[in-house]
C-alpha cells in the first residue's frame, strides 16, 4: 500500500503545490490535497486555534483538520526563508509547532526546515524530507530534478497570466493552457497574500467576480520576479518579507503601469506584514492618484458587504474615464 | 543637531546619559501620555503594533521641542520592527515634518556602515569616548534595573501603601542626575540608602513571572504599570527582560558575563516551540518554562496587539501550562485597551494563585 501524504490546501499552497506534489508523486506515495474551503473547515479552523491567530492561519488549522483521519502523514514544512536575507511571516515560522500543540490525534508531522536564509539550493532540504521515505540518493535526486522542473513550468504559466487554479489544471489535469481572455474591460490588479486572494470561499470569489463583471485581472504572480524585485528596490530599505516585496514589487509596477486602471489590495484582519507594507502601498497609491480599493477579510466578513463596495469601485473606475485627464472624481 | 529617539520605559535614561556624555543636544520625548497614543494611532497604520503608534507619537511630540533628528534601531525580520523606522519615517514626511532620520542597522555587509552613522551622531568624540559613553549609559542601564528588582521586592511587603513608588522615584532622579561616570558609584550609595528605608514586614508573597514582547514588559504606559498592580495585589513580580540585559544581549552580543541571557531562554523553549520566530516569540516560551521550573506561582504575557511572534508563543502557551501544572494569562494592550477590564482579569489571576498556593 502507498503511503498517502497530506498537503493542506492553505497557506503557500498556491506557491509551492507543483514543487511537493512532484517530488513525492516522483517517489511513490500518494498525495491527498485538503478539500477546498467551506464553511465546515473554516469552523474547524476557528475551533481549534486561539482567537488572535489570523484568518489564514486559522483556515489552514481547518485544512490539516481536513486531512487528519485521511492521511498517514501530514506535510507541514517550517518555511523559515524563500529568498536570500528574506522571511516569511514569524507564524509560517512557528506553524508547525502551533499545530502540534493546537491539534490532537495528529498522524505524524513532516516538518523539515526550508531555509533559504543564507544558501541558494533547496536541494538539501529535499534530501531530508526524502529521507523520511527512502535511503535512496539517487531517487531523491531525481525526484528534486522533477520537482524543480514542474514548478519551473508552474511559474511560467504564471506568468503567462493563468492563476493558480488553472495553472494546476493545464499540470495535472491536462487541461489546454487556453487563451488569454482579451476584451476592451477594464484592467485591476488585485493585490494581496496568495492565501487571501486565490482561495475563492475566503476572498469571497473576488477573481471570477471581477472577471464577470468584464474586468481584466492581474495579480503579482503573473509578474516576473526579476521585475518585481526591481520595483521592491526602490524602498528605503531592503524589505525582509518575500511576499511583501511581491506584493510591493507589484503594486508600484501596476501603478505605473498604463494599461491598468486599477488597484485592489486585499489584507486579512490584522495582518503584520501587511499593516506596514499595505502602508506603504497606499501611500504611494495616494501620491499617484489611481483608483484603489482596499478590502480586509476576516471570518466575519459578509458577501454583500464586499459586493457593495466592489461595485462602487467599478462604478468609480468607469466614470473616471470620462473625466478630462488628470482630474479625480 | 537636536536628537531624540523613542520613549521605552526607562531607556531613555541610558541614551541621554550616553548622548550628552558626548556633547550630543538630546531632546527626549515627554513621557509618553494618552496625547502621545491619540497622536500615533491617528496616523498610524490600523493594524500597527502598539509601539510604533506610540513611536510616531513620541516623534511628533518631540518635535514640538525642537528636535531635528531621529535616533532608530534596525533589524531584519521577521519581526515589524526592523522596518519601523522607514514607516514612521513616510509617515511623518508626508505629514510635513522635517526631520533626519538615523537606523542603526545591524551590519549586514560591512561594519563601516554601522560605525559611520555613529560617528554622524556622536559628531567630534573619539572612539575611546564613545566607548566610554556608551559604557556609562549601560552601567546607568545596569542601575536602573536593580532599582525595579527592588521595588518588586519591597512593593507587597511595604506596610504603607505608596511608600516604595515614592522612594523609587527620588532614586530615580538620583541616578538621572548623574552627568559623568566617576559619580556614579556614590549616586549609587544614595539609591541603596533612599530604599532601604521603605518600612516592610515579612508576609507570605506570590511570585509572578512576567515575559512577552519586549516594549509592552518595559513600558509602564503601555501596560498599564502591571508591575506596580501586581505589588499592590501582594504580587512579587520578575520580568523576563531586562533592559541592561537586553543591551548585553543586542549590542554587546552577550560579552558581559554573569547576566540572564536570551540563549538560556531559548534553549528551554523546545518541545513547545522549535525554532525561532522573530521578535520574543521563542523567549516567552523558554522563560515561561523557566519560570515553572523555578517554582512560580504563575506567568502572564504582554504582547501587542497584532504582534505575530507573541501570538506564535500565546498559541503554544496552554499546552505548556497544563504540561508543566503553571496557570498563565495573557493580556493584549492597544489603543483600545481599559484599565478596568485589565483590573478584573488581573484580580481573578492573582485570586486564583492564591487559592492554589492557600494564601488568601
Given amino acids: 500500500m502507498t503511503l498517502k501524504v497530506g498537503i493542506p490546501r492553505a497557506l503557500l499552497y498556491y506557491y509551492y503545490l507543483p514543487l511537493w506534489r512532484t517530488f513525492f508523486e516522483a517517489l511513490g506515495l500518494e498525495v491527498v490535497i485538503s478539500r477546498p474551503t467551506t464553511k465546515t473547515i473554516l469552523e474547524a479552523g476557528l475551533q481549534n486555534s486561539g482567537d488572535d491567530v489570523c484568518l489564514p492561519v486559522r483556515l489552514a488549522f481547518g485544512h490539516v483538520l481536513d486531512l487528519k483521519d485521511r492521511v498517514d502523514v501530514l506535510f507541514l514544512p517550517r518555511l523559515v526563508s524563500i529568498a536570500r536575507r528574506e522571511y516569511i511571516c514569524p507564524k509560517f515560522l512557528g506553524f508547525p509547532d502551533m499545530v502540534r500543540h493546537g491539534i490532537s490525534g495528529l498522524p505524524p508531522l513532516i516538518d523539515p526546515n526550508f531555509n533559504l536564509y543564507r544558501k541558494d539550493s533547496p536541494y538539501p532540504f529535499f534530501v531530508a524530507l526524502g529521507r523520511n521515505f527512502t535511503g535512496n540518493r539517487l531517487a531523491i535526486y531525481l525526484a528534486y530534478r522533477r520537482a524543480m522542473h514542474a514548478q519551473a513550468r508552474y511559474v511560467q504559466l504564471l506568468e503567462k497570466g493563468l492563476f493558480p487554479e488553472q495553472a494546476l489544471a493545464v499540470l495535472y489535469r491536462g487541461v489546454a493552457e487556453g487563451q488569454e481572455p482579451g476584451g476592451g474591460g477594464p484592467a485591476v490588479a488585485v493585490i494581496g497574500h496568495p492565501y487571501n486572494i486565490y482561495d475563492p470561499y475566503i476572498s469571497m470569489n473576488l477573481l471570477s467576480r471581477l472577471a464577470r463583471s468584464g474586468v481584466r485581472v492581474r495579480s503579482a504572480d503573473n509578474l516576473p520576479e526579476t521585475l518585481v524585485r526591481e520595483q521592491a528596490a526602490r524602498l528605503p530599505k531592503h524589505l525582509f518579507w518575500s511576499l511583501g516585496q511581491r506584493m510591493i514589487g507589484a503594486a508600484w509596477h501596476y501603478l505605473q503601469s498604463p494599461d491598468v486602471d486599477g488597484i485592489i489590495h486585499v489584507a486579512s484582519f490584522a495582518c503584520g506584514p501587511d499593516s506596514l507594507t499595505g502602508e506603504l502601498i497606499s501611500r504611494e497609491v495616494r501620491r499617484r492618484g489611481k483608483p484603489f480599493l482596499n478590502l480586509t477579510l476576516d471570518e466575519h466578513s459578509a458577501e454583500a458587504g464586499v459586493v457593495t463596495r466592489l461595485e462602487a469601485f467599478l462604478d468609480m473606475m468607469e466614470r473616471r474615464q470620462f473625466l478630462p485627464a488628470g482630474e479625480s472624481v | ?360
Fill in chain 2, 1 to 360: 543637531m537636536k536628537v531624540t529617539f523613542p520613549h521605552m520605559g526607562h531607556m531613555w535614561i541610558c541614551l541621554a546619559a550616553m548622548l550628552e556624555y558626548l556633547g550630543v543636544e538630546v531632546v527626549v520625548p515627554p513621557p509618553t501620555s494618552k496625547r502621545t497614543l491619540t497622536l500615533g494611532a491617528r496616523h498610524a497604520p490600523e493594524f500597527a503594533c502598539l509601539p510604533l503608534k506610540l513611536n510616531l507619537g513620541n516623534f511628533m511630540e518631540a518635535s514640538e521641542l525642537g528636535a531635528d533628528t531621529i535616533l532608530m534601531a534596525g533589524g531584519c525580520g521577521p519581526c515589524r520592527f526592523g522596518y519601523y523606522a522607514q514607516v514612521e519615517y513616510a509617515i511623518l514626511e508626508d505629514l510635513g515634518y522635517k526631520y533626519r532620520l538615523v537606523v542603526m542597522e545591524p551590519p549586514q555587509r560591512h561594519v563601516g556602515e554601522l560605525l559611520s552613522k555613529i560617528k554622524y551622531i556622536t559628531g567630534h568624540s573619539s572612539w575611546w569616548e564613545v566607548v566610554r559613553g556608551i559604557r556609562f549609559g549601560y552601567q546607568k542601564a545596569r542601575m536602573v534595573d536593580e532599582l525595579e528588582r527592588r521595588a518588586h521586592y519591597l512593593r507587597p511587603r511595604e506596610i504603607h501603601r505608596g511608600s516604595t513608588d515614592k522612594a523609587f522615584k527620588r532614586a530615580l532622579r538620583e541616578i538621572i542626575a548623574v552627568k559623568h561616570p566617576r559619580d556614579l558609584p556614590q549616586a549609587g550609595e544614595r539609591v541603596r540608602r533612599i530604599m532601604a528605608g521603605v518600612a516592610i514586614r515579612p508576609r507570605p508573597v506570590l511570585r509572578v513571572g512576567i515575559v512577552g514582547e519586549i516594549f509592552t514588559l518595559l513600558e509602564p504606559f503601555a501596560n498599564y504599570d502591571l508591575e506596580r498592580r501586581l505589588g499592590y495585589l501582594g504580587v512579587q513580580a520578575d520580568r523576563s527582560i531586562y533592559l541592561s540585559e537586553w543591551i548585553n544581549d543586542h549590542l554587546f552580543l552577550g560579552l558581559v558575563r554573569g547576566l540572564r541571557s536570551r540563549k538560556e531562554a531559548c534553549r528551554a523553549a523546545p518541545p513547545y516551540l522549535n525554532h525561532f520566530v522573530g521578535g520574543h516569540g521563542q523567549e516567552t516560551v523558554g522563560s515561561t518554562v523557566m519560570y515553572a521550573r523555578q517554582g512560580y506561582d504563575g506567568v502572564i504575557q504582554l504582547l501587542p496587539f497584532t504582534c505575530m511572534p507573541e501570538i506564535v508563543a500565546h498559541s503554544v502557551l496552554p499546552g505548556l501550562s497544563t504540561g508543566l501544572g503553571i496557570p498563565t494569562l495573557t493580556i493584549t494592550v492597544d489603543e483600545q485597551s481599559g484599565e478596568a477590564g485589565l483590573m478584573t482579569r488581573l484580580e481573578a489571576f492573582i485570586d486564583l494563585l492564591a487559592r492554589k498556593k492557600g494564601v488568601v
